[in-house]
């Protein structure tokens, strides 16, 4: 139950930045990711899409957004120091289709329900990390929270 709440307001909140973008260039139909990304692809892919998605909504890739998203998906998918160093070389380039949301977020949600505050708490991270926040992004996110606590 906590994890569909989070499921369903976080698609609202990625939708919400990505509708305020300023145009730019299509985004790609699907992210291609490299041969020797696909293992740890399995294992990021569900956090590393909504969180970049977020951070791309207002048409920049900060340096502080992707080192946010970094350290999020090390520490919960236990990322070696190779992987690591792959999976930062590959944030600089990574530009998920907002078609790549629902697909994300349902595997989202089958994890382990003990995930949801620090995604919750890292999706916070990225939206301050280039020092331009929104103010209703920030209480829906509260309001993520608030229910997840009951």
């Given at each position: 139950?906590?994890?569909?709440?989070?499921?369903?307001?976080?698609?609202?909140?990625?939708?919400?930045?990505?509708?305020?973008?300023?145009?730019?260039?299509?985004?790609?139909?699907?992210?291609?990711?490299?041969?020797?990304?696909?293992?740890?692809?399995?294992?990021?892919?569900?956090?590393?899409?909504?969180?970049?998605?977020?951070?791309?909504?207002?048409?920049?890739?900060?340096?502080?957004?992707?080192?946010?998203?970094?350290?999020?998906?090390?520490?919960?998918?236990?990322?070696?120091?190779?992987?690591?160093?792959?999976l930062e070389d590959?944030?600089?380039?990574?530009?998920?289709?907002?078609?790549?949301?629902?697909?994300a977020l349902k595997?989202?949600?089958?994890?382990?329900?003990?995930?949801?505050?620090?995604?919750?708490?890292?999706?916070?991270?990225?939206?301050?990390?280039?020092?331009?926040?929104?103010?209703?992004?920030?209480?829906?996110?509260?309001?993520?929270?608030?229910?997840?606590?009951?």
């Amino acid at each position: 139950m906590a994890l569909g709440v989070l499921v369903g307001h976080f698609e609202q909140l990625v939708r919400m930045r990505n509708a305020a973008a300023e145009p730019g260039p299509p985004a790609p139909q699907e992210e291609n990711f490299p041969p020797e990304f696909q293992d740890l692809r399995e294992r990021v892919a569900h956090h590393l899409i909504p969180l970049a998605l977020i951070a791309r909504a207002d048409g920049d890739f900060a340096d502080a957004e992707r080192k946010v998203i970094l350290e999020h998906c090390a520490s919960f998918a236990g990322l070696n120091p190779g992987e690591r160093a792959m999976l930062e070389d590959y944030l600089r380039q990574s530009r998920p289709a907002l078609s790549q949301l629902d697909p994300a977020l349902k595997r989202l949600e089958q994890e382990n329900p003990g995930n949801a505050k620090a995604f919750v708490d890292t999706a916070e991270q990225v939206i301050r990390a280039d020092g331009r926040t929104d103010p209703a992004e920030l209480r829906l996110l509260e309001h993520i929270r608030r229910e997840l606590a009951h």
